[in-house]
């Protein structure tokens, strides 16, 4: 029984770890690369940008998963359908130094925009 319990609250933690807690280590974005949706992931999911530049990020999905399919920039009111194995361009506004969050639409799939 002991065990058991040990397994669950081992299983608990792991999960709250990489839903709530992991933070992949901050890349440089650049125009050349793509942000790849694979996995359940986006990689990378901290994209570094200056900020007050106009910028394109480039978003190619290769998962299956019906979550991949959208993407969505809340705060810029940005919302994109990614088909599959197909680069789908965003063209952002030059924006002000901070965080922009980017995810599907069940937040399922995470990522952040850095604007420094």
């Given at each position: 029984m002991l065990l058991i319990n040990l397994f669950c609250v081992a299983l608990i933690a792991l999960i709250v770890w990489w839903f709530?807690?992991?933070k992949p280590k901050a890349t440089t974005h650049q125009a050349?690369?793509?942000i790849v949706v694979k996995d359940g992931v986006y990689s990378p999911a901290r994209?570094?940008?200056?900020?007050?530049?106009?910028t394109q990020l480039t978003?190619?999905?290769q998962d299956k998963a019906g979550c991949s399919a959208?993407?969505?920039f809340p705060d810029l009111d940005i919302s994109e359908e990614l088909p599959m194995d197909k680069s789908v361009v965003i063209?952002?506004?030059a924006l002000a130094k901070g965080?922009?969050?980017?995810?599907c639409q069940m937040q399922m799939y995470k990522g952040v925009l850095l604007v420094e």
């Open positions: 709530w807690l992991y050349t690369n793509a994209i570094t940008v200056p900020a007050n530049t106009a978003f190619l999905r959208s993407l969505l063209s952002l506004p965080e922009y969050p980017f995810h």
